[in-house]
């Protein structure tokens, strides 16, 4: 054995300790107040995360205050929700972006909404497929930290730097804040050809920002500086348009509390079940109102999410199946070829022709609250059989709006452009309400219905072993014992007389196998 095993161990050690040094500590808080727009900004730091501080589900949300969020405000305030209406453009198959003025002077960049991230980073050098940059050279306000960082995502990555500087949202909070920014410099697969966005503005917890969670992330930043409520909602409204059309479609991304005029009918929430993705609990999903029959963990495997950032319903692989078979099974078209179903292939009709009308309801149960009982989220098929732009004059071509997932179902654009949706992070759970512009030729294209009795579900659906981050740091202890045990097993091997120690012949064989841990990302 001799001493091979211990250089390995040695740099298990040292991973095993950067990783544990990196969850278990945080470094002080240190925030600029924000400047007034007409006075020049601070120099600003890299902003760290402090450290952690710390019903009925079927409400028709009055004005004014409730359970602590902001629901309205005063002329000339900080906050005018009303302003925030309509704030985005975009479609379901290229995402909704925000426009946002950054550095000094501001350079104006279309930002990309995505709740499934935690980074706030743009384009920093020419790109084929971006029109704009932004140039740290040009703004006297950044700071450049030398920090490199590198996201990946379920398609495409990007690496970058990181930095700081100064941001204005001319449809959002009024007033100039201090935020981290990454500057991206090589991607692939992110920017994609015919996007109208140039970054990307995540919007999810610190558990999942890069290169660290003590890095604050974009809302954090605003709600310490601007002090809003720890809320934002978003509505998208793109259902029935073609998708990756002209992404001059609707939306609103109102910061800091709820708007009233973007939903009707009562606002139903569900727990958020751990606070690094919007990570919520599905007890079943129904196709034409027929329950599908499986386990519920099977529809929370490995995490259920919601998630701005992706543009389809994803369903783990034996729920998809099971949809599939469902919507088949229930539908008036029985010929469509395995192609439709996988998104290698389109389903043309003539335009006079109206498929929806052949294709069933799809419905997601979601846990309330009150966790004896739970509501249901309808979508119908003009959501998930979306328009392609047509072929010729004739023909109208349809893609099939939901995909097999090997790692999560993901609650994407397909269900949220049916419901004005509620991240209330100030008390850990996620509201969605019927939208006004998920309408169709005049008709809604989603309903909400509640409650209904869990007594014949589960009383978790939720698998307790979660392959993220914090389980990085359970793998590291393990590490750190295992190769402690190694080598106080060398030490003493060391320390033993000569005569004690085996002295290898020609005829030994030592085989030193090493094992890789692979680590999943989104």
């Given at each position: 054995m001799g001493k091979l095993p211990a250089a390995p161990c040695l740099l298990l050690l040292l991973a095993g300790a950067a990783g544990l040094c990196r969850a278990r500590f945080?470094?002080?808080?240190?925030?600029?107040?924000?400047?007034?727009?007409?006075?020049?900004?601070?120099?600003?730091?890299?902003?760290?995360?402090?450290?952690?501080?710390?019903?009925?589900?079927?409400?028709?949300?009055?004005?004014?205050?409730?359970?602590?969020?902001?629901?309205?405000?005063?002329?000339?305030?900080?906050?005018?929700?009303?302003?925030?209406?309509?704030?985005?453009?975009?479609?379901?198959?290229?995402?909704?972006?925000?426009?946002?003025?950054?550095?000094?002077?501001?350079?104006?960049?279309?930002?990309?909404?995505?709740?499934?991230?935690?980074?706030?980073?743009?384009?920093?050098?020419?790109?084929?497929?971006?029109?704009?940059?932004?140039?740290?050279?040009?703004?006297?306000?950044?700071?450049?930290?030398?920090?490199?960082?590198?996201?990946?995502?379920?398609?495409?990555?990007?690496?970058?730097?990181?930095?700081?500087?100064?941001?204005?949202?001319?449809?959002?909070?009024?007033?100039?804040?201090?935020?981290?920014?990454?500057?991206?410099?090589?991607?692939?697969?992110?920017?994609?050809?015919?996007?109208?966005?140039?970054?990307?503005?995540?919007?999810?917890?610190?558990?999942?920002?890069?290169?660290?969670?003590?890095?604050?992330?974009?809302?954090?930043?605003?709600?310490?500086?601007?002090?809003?409520?720890?809320?934002?909602s978003l509505q998208m409204c793109g259902a029935g348009m073609p998708v990756s059309g002209s992404g001059t479609n609707g939306g609103s991304l109102v910061m800091g509390g709820i708007e009233p005029s973007l939903y009707k009918g009562d606002i139903w929430y569900t727990p958020i079940k751990e606070e690094w993705y919007y990570q919520v609990e599905i007890l079943k999903l129904e196709v034409g109102g027929q329950n599908l029959n499986l386990d519920c963990r099977e529809y929370n495997a490995d995490k259920a999410i919601v998630d701005s950032g992706t543009t389809l319903l994803r369903l783990p692989q034996k729920v998809f199946n099971a949809v599939v078979e469902a919507i088949v099974h229930t539908s008036l078209i029985q010929t469509f070829s395995s192609g439709f179903w996988t998104g290698s292939q389109l389903a043309c009709w003539d335009k006079t022709e109206t498929p929806w009308s052949f294709f069933p309801k799809l419905s997601i149960y979601l846990r309330d609250e009150n966790s004896s009982r739970s509501f249901r989220i309808t979508i119908l098929p003009q959501l998930y059989i979306q328009p392609i732009l047509g072929i010729g004059q004739n023909l109208e071509c349809y893609r099939f709006g939901i995909s097999s997932s090997t790692s999560a179902l993901v609650i994407g654009a397909t269900v949220m452009e049916g419901f004005y949706v509620i991240f209330d992070r100030a008390q850990k759970r996620v509201g969605f309400a019927v939208s006004p512009c998920a309408e169709v030729g005049g008709s809604p294209v989603s309903e909400i219905e509640g409650p209904f009795t869990t007594a014949d579900i589960a009383s978790n659906c939720v698998s307790t072993m979660s392959f993220h981050e914090p389980m990085l740091w359970i793998v590291s202890y393990a590490l750190m014992s295992l190769c402690g045990i190694i080598l106080l097993v060398l030490i003493i091997l060391l320390l033993l007389p000569p005569r004690c120690q085996h002295h290898y012949t020609d005829n030994d064989v030592v085989n030193d196998e090493s094992s890789l841990v692979h680590h999943r990302w989104k």
């Open positions: 945080s470094f002080p808080l240190r925030v600029s107040p924000p400047a007034a727009p007409s006075a020049s900004p601070p120099a600003p730091e890299l902003l760290l995360r402090p450290g952690d501080g710390s019903g009925s589900s079927r409400r028709q949300v009055p004005p004014g205050q409730a359970d602590g969020l902001a629901l309205a405000s005063e002329p000339g305030a900080a906050v005018s929700f009303l302003a925030m209406v309509e704030n985005l453009q975009g479609d379901s198959g290229r995402g909704y972006y925000l426009e946002m003025l950054i550095g000094t002077p501001s350079q104006k960049l279309n930002i990309l909404v995505d709740t499934g991230s935690s980074n706030f980073a743009v384009a920093g050098a020419p790109n084929p497929d971006v029109t704009s940059y932004f140039n740290t050279e040009e703004s006297s306000t950044y700071k450049p930290q030398g920090i490199d960082v590198t996201v990946r995502y379920t398609q495409g990555s990007w690496t970058g730097m990181l930095g700081t500087d100064v941001i204005t949202v001319p449809k959002g909070i009024n007033g100039t804040y201090i935020i981290n920014i990454a500057t991206i410099l090589e991607s692939e697969n992110f920017f994609l050809p015919g996007v109208k966005w140039h970054g990307i503005l995540g919007l999810a917890y610190d558990a999942l920002a890069k290169p660290s969670s003590s890095v604050e992330t974009f809302f954090d930043s605003l709600v310490i500086q601007a002090k809003i409520p720890n809320v934002f």
